[in-house]
């Protein structure tokens, strides 16, 4: 018999909660920190998913240069492609409203 074992794409092993799914929507928002201490900016995606809905919550470093402000609107932020698939590594996640919220991920695709 052939063997038919295939190695993963790039031979590492594939651990973890993996979420695979089709961008809807980015949207971005600044609001101030409950200590006074500045600004922070929380950016949204929707990912849908087969069945429902995902999360996917960032918040960068104003000082990064990933998020622009004109005063308290973001004016510019990073956008995941809309209405393209994509794959995430989860490595921290919540349930909020019976939806799942990544706080933090890895692209893998």
């Known amino acids: 018999m052939a063997d038919n074992a295939k190695p993963t794409a790039s031979g ?10 089709v961008v809807m929507s980015s949207t971005a928002r600044v609001f101030n920190r409950k200590d006074g201490s500045g600004k922070v900016v929380c950016v949204r995606h929707e990912i849908a998913l087969q069945p429902g809905l995902a999360v ?20 510019e932020f990073r956008r995941l492609p809309e209405l393209k698939q ?17 706080k933090e991920a890895e692209m893998v695709a």
């Open 12 to 21: 590492e092993k594939l651990n973890g909660l993996f979420v695979r799914g």
């Open 56 to 75: 996917f919550e960032e918040y960068p470093e104003l000082n990064s240069g990933q998020v622009k402000l004109d005063g308290d609107n973001v004016v």
């Open 86 to 102: 994509v794959t995430l590594k989860v490595l921290r996640w919540a349930e909020r409203d019976k939806r799942l919220v990544i």
